[in-house]
């Protein structure tokens, strides 16, 4: 039994180790324009995690007046990382304004060694 505790103990620490030591983390919206009402970070994808792959993505996002989000573009970023950040962003929500608008995101990617 005290080896099971053990065991567990030792997956949860690790576990938590590797959420702190690989994360994604939006560097910038264009602030000028519209603020995000709702917005989760991208999950740092396995593979990329595994080779150390770190970076910044840019997605170019089109928002619609009610706010949420019609589409992405890529400008530029690790091909690794580019599809977990259009995931992320198409499922924000942004205020609401008179007309469509287009922004900028940045995210960047770090691993800690």
Known sequence: MRFRWTRLATSMVAMAVIATSTH??????????????????????????RMNVSGKVKIEVIVMPDGRVRSTRVIGGHPLLVQACQDAVKEWKFFPAPEETTQIVEFDFRGNN
Do not use: F, H
């Not at 994604?24 to 995690?49: C, F, H």
């Open 24 to 49: 994604a983390q939006t560097a910038a919206i264009d602030e000028g324009k519209r603020k995000v009402k709702v917005k989760n970070s991208p999950a740092y994808p396995e593979l990329a995690r």
